[in-house]
């Protein structure tokens, strides 16, 4: 499975590729999106050389990695990734939007968007690791069709579908 270019009525998720290193690089350059994550703002080059194994995907195995950088329609910049880890048990999901883009749905949009392309393309069970202080990721996770579970991972709740 290969990631697709997917549109909704505000965005485009664009395969993620190298060269939009340098302009993530400015959209995630806020402190704050680690918070809850930990690290720091990657520069471009350190943006470079990860998506460059990311676009070769994970070695062997039945695993997946499909990304997508978050193209605004409105005035074409790229404001944030979606990305899905799809394994034969369930498929971990992602996302992160960049400070200057947050507040308006777009990081529900485009999760909700990528967990329709999945589904149409086989698969049928999702979850993500939410920090239990990150109130804005589970509003997304809700909207992409998630619930919290008991279950944690590394002190975040993982949400799954029903």
Not at 38 to 50: H, K, N, V
Not at 87 to 97: D, H, I, K, L
């Amino acid at each position: 499975m290969n990631a697709e270019v997917i549109a909704t009525a505000r965005l485009t998720l664009l395969p993620l590729a190298v060269e939009h290193a340098a302009e993530m690089a400015e959209a995630l350059d806020d402190p704050a999106l680690h918070e809850f994550t930990g690290g720091s703002p990657a520069t471009a080059g350190e943006l470079r050389d990860r998506y460059a194994r990311m676009v070769a995907g994970p070695p062997g195995g039945d695993d997946a990695w499909l990304n997508w950088v978050i193209r605004v329609t409105e005035n074409g910049r790229l404001a944030g990734y979606v990305q899905a880890t799809v394994t034969p048990g369930r498929t971990w999901v992602a996302w992160v939007v960049g400070t200057p883009w947050q507040g308006r749905g777009l990081a529900a949009e485009a999760a909700t968007a990528m967990v329709a392309w999945l589904r149409e393309h086989g698969v049928h069970s999702f979850a993500a690791a939410i920090h239990p202080g990150h109130a804005a990721s589970a509003a997304v996770a809700r909207h992409a069709g998630l619930t919290p579970t008991p279950a944690t991972v590394d002190g975040e709740i993982v949400w799954e579908t029903p």
